[in-house]
């Protein structure tokens, strides 16, 4: 069976792979050619990487495109090395990409402490022990050789909150991007509260960030007629057919996040047979994933209570707190659980509309009720 290219499961390269969301790219270009710092914010699986990618590559952008859970993936955990080996892998691709900047680039970044280039094929690779690369002449080097051709640098950092904690300071690095490199946008991605607040900081004063112009592009979901189209279209594209209510179902089930469109797509095209067995399995993966949170957390206990609480129903701070309360038996601190909400908002695990805190993806709800229970297994 061919999976047609609108249901491939990883993130769109192209913008003929890509559904719709114009308007999204127009702002990413105005972003582009007006900003200096673009935030592309959303929950996952909105579409953050494939609205991102497509957009620089079908533009002909010049750009160095990080994936930052890729570093932690190789390492493990997020490092220096982990960074510096994947900017490096970034910085060849760039090169190949854009053939009339490559020997440019390649001598102006061998001027660089720790940086070395080879060319043939092309490799760029940076030291990260005690000779330490110097990112800031890198990035210097950089913007100096696209400002002299006339061309803006796109420095792409999808998922940029895996980047904590490898020692290098997001914010003061952007701050001194926007300030001091003209010819470099940088493009971050992430969810609207864990990447605004908790990465850049843009509400603490204390922050190099602060009062800083960031451009913001928010991802959205599929209207519903929108959904049903692009879930049609894909099904003819594969030669399957499938009857309206099918249809209807799985749209009703999925909320318009077009990452579950795709995965349901590609279920059914790969031998799936219901809708159920598909939420089904979507909804443990999730659980696994929210599992892992919960066991790296020191509040394992208390997030079940309030995960299992806001999956039956969204529910306002005080609601919450009461059940939490009578869950333990005792009073709870006030700040203590105010920070414990933010930090599953952060995580995008919860969001706040309209004064009630719910569980805003419907596959992430579904793992809540049927996955997770309150105690640990
Ligand atoms: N505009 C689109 N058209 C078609 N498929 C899309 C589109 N946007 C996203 N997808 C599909 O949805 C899924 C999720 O997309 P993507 O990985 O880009 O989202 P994300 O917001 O970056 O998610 P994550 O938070 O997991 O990184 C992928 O399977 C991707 O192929
Ligand atoms: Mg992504």
Same mark, same amino acid.
């Given at each position: 069976?061919?999976?047609?290219?609108?249901?491939?499961?990883?993130?769109?390269?192209?913008?003929?792979?890509?559904?719709?969301?114009?308007?999204?790219?127009?702002?990413?270009?105005?972003?582009?050619?007006?900003?200096?710092?673009?935030?592309?914010?959303?929950?996952?699986?909105?579409?953050?990487?494939?609205?991102?990618?497509?957009?620089?590559?079908?533009?002909?952008?010049?750009?160095?495109?990080?994936?930052?859970?890729?570093?932690?993936?190789?390492?493990?955990?997020?490092?220096?090395?982990?960074?510096?080996?994947?900017?490096?892998?970034?910085?060849?691709?760039?090169?190949?990409?854009?053939?009339?900047?490559?020997?440019?680039?390649?001598?102006?970044?061998?001027?660089?402490?720790?940086?070395?280039?080879?060319?043939?094929?092309?490799?760029?690779?940076?030291?990260?022990?005690?000779?330490?690369?110097?990112?800031?002449?890198?990035?210097?080097?950089?913007?100096? @050789? +696209? $400002?002299?051709?006339?061309?803006?640098?796109? /420095?792409?950092?999808?998922?940029? =909150? !895996?980047?904590?904690? *490898?020692?290098?300071?997001?914010?003061?690095?952007?701050?001194?991007?926007?300030?001091?490199?003209?010819?470099?946008?940088?493009?971050?991605?992430?969810?609207?509260?864990?990447?605004?607040?908790?990465?850049?900081?843009?509400?603490?004063?204390?922050?190099?960030?602060?009062?800083?112009?960031?451009?913001?592009?928010?991802?959205?979901?599929?209207?519903?007629?929108?959904?049903?189209?692009?879930?049609?279209?894909?099904?003819?594209?594969?030669?399957?057919?499938?009857?309206?209510?099918?249809?209807?179902?799985?749209?009703?089930?999925?909320?318009?996040?077009?990452?579950?469109?795709?995965?349901?797509?590609?279920?059914? @095209? +790969? $031998?799936?047979?219901?809708?159920?067995?598909? /939420?089904?399995?979507?909804?443990? =993966? !999730?659980?696994?994933? *929210?599992?892992?949170?919960?066991?790296?957390?020191?509040?394992?206990?208390?997030?079940?209570?309030?995960?299992?609480?806001?999956?039956?129903?969204?529910?306002?701070?005080?609601?919450?707190?009461?059940?939490?309360?009578?869950?333990?038996?005792?009073?709870?601190?006030?700040?203590?659980?105010?920070?414990?909400?933010?930090?599953?908002?952060?995580?995008?695990?919860?969001?706040?509309?309209?004064?009630?805190?719910?569980?805003?993806?419907?596959?992430?709800?579904?793992?809540?009720?049927?996955?997770?229970?309150?105690?640990?297994?």
């Amino acid at each position: 069976m061919v999976v047609p290219a609108l249901f491939k499961l990883e993130p769109k390269e192209s913008l003929e792979e890509l559904y719709d969301f114009e308007k999204e790219l127009e702002e990413l270009r105005r972003g582009y050619e007006d900003g200096r710092i673009v935030a592309v914010l959303g929950l996952r699986r909105m579409g953050k990487s494939s609205l991102l990618r497509s957009f620089l590559n079908s533009f002909s952008i010049p750009h160095v495109y990080i994936d930052a859970r890729r570093v932690a993936v190789a390492t493990g955990r997020a490092t220096t090395r982990g960074f510096m080996e994947e900017l490096g892998r970034a910085l060849a691709e760039f090169m190949r990409r854009e053939a009339p900047l490559r020997d440019k680039l390649a001598e102006a970044l061998r001027r660089v402490r720790g940086v070395s280039v080879g060319l043939s094929p092309v490799t760029v690779s940076l030291s990260w022990g005690r000779e330490r690369a110097d990112l800031i002449s890198l990035l210097e080097a950089v913007d100096e @050789v +696209v $400002g002299r051709a006339a061309r803006r640098l796109a /420095l792409a950092i999808d998922e940029v =909150q !895996e980047l904590r904690g *490898i020692g290098v300071d997001i914010p003061r690095l952007l701050a001194y991007i926007y300030d001091n490199l003209h010819n470099v946008v940088v493009f971050v991605s992430g969810s609207q509260v864990g990447l605004l607040y908790d990465v850049l900081e843009l509400d603490r004063p204390q922050s190099p960030l602060y009062g800083r112009a960031v451009f913001e592009v928010k991802m959205r979901r599929l209207r519903r007629e929108e959904a049903v189209d692009f879930l049609k279209r894909g099904f003819q594209q594969a030669g399957i057919s499938i009857n309206q209510q099918e249809l209807e179902e799985a749209v009703d089930s999925l909320d318009g996040i077009i990452g579950w469109l795709t995965y349901f797509g590609w279920s059914r @095209v +790969v $031998g799936a047979k219901s809708l159920e067995e598909i /939420l089904d399995a979507a909804a443990r =993966q !999730e659980a696994e994933e *929210i599992s892992r949170f919960l066991a790296k957390s020191r509040s394992e206990d208390r997030y079940r209570a309030i995960l299992k609480a806001v999956a039956a129903m969204p529910m306002r701070w005080s609601e919450i707190k009461r059940v939490l309360e009578a869950e333990e038996g005792a009073a709870v601190d006030d700040r203590n659980f105010t920070d414990l909400l933010h930090r599953l908002e952060k995580v995008g695990l919860l969001e706040k509309r309209e004064g009630l805190y719910a569980i805003p993806d419907p596959v992430v709800r579904l793992a809540v009720e049927r996955y997770i229970s309150k105690a640990p297994a």
